[in-house]
């Protein structure tokens, strides 16, 4: 079985792979919902989903309105691409 690095797909990763990788992110998860976590940083917060096809985040009141900011990956891209592109923020 190859390596898996940060430039494998996500979908490579086992769950706990992923979930591992969250918390070092500094995410929180649910435990109502254990698909859902947050994440807080400095100017923005967030929910991240992982949903079936995608990882779907839900940038809290980040709109120039103050509405939310909703985004999806899908599970095909890096874990790098979807690292940068979720936790540079909205």
């Known amino acids: 079985m190859p390596k898996l690095t940060s430039n494998s ?11 591992n990788w969250l918390k070092q992110m500094g995410c929180q998860q649910n435990s109502q919902a254990l698909n859902c976590w947050y994440v807080k940083r400095e100017g923005w917060e967030a929910q991240i989903t992982l949903e079936t096809e995608d990882l779907n985040v839900n940038y809290l009141k980040a709109g120039a309105d103050g509405s939310d900011i909703k985004r999806a ?18």
């Open 9 to 19: 797909p996500l979908y490579s990763f086992p769950l706990p792979e992923i979930e």
């Open 73 to 90: 990956f899908r599970y095909s891209l890096s874990r790098r691409d979807i690292e940068d592109a979720v936790f540079s923020g909205p």
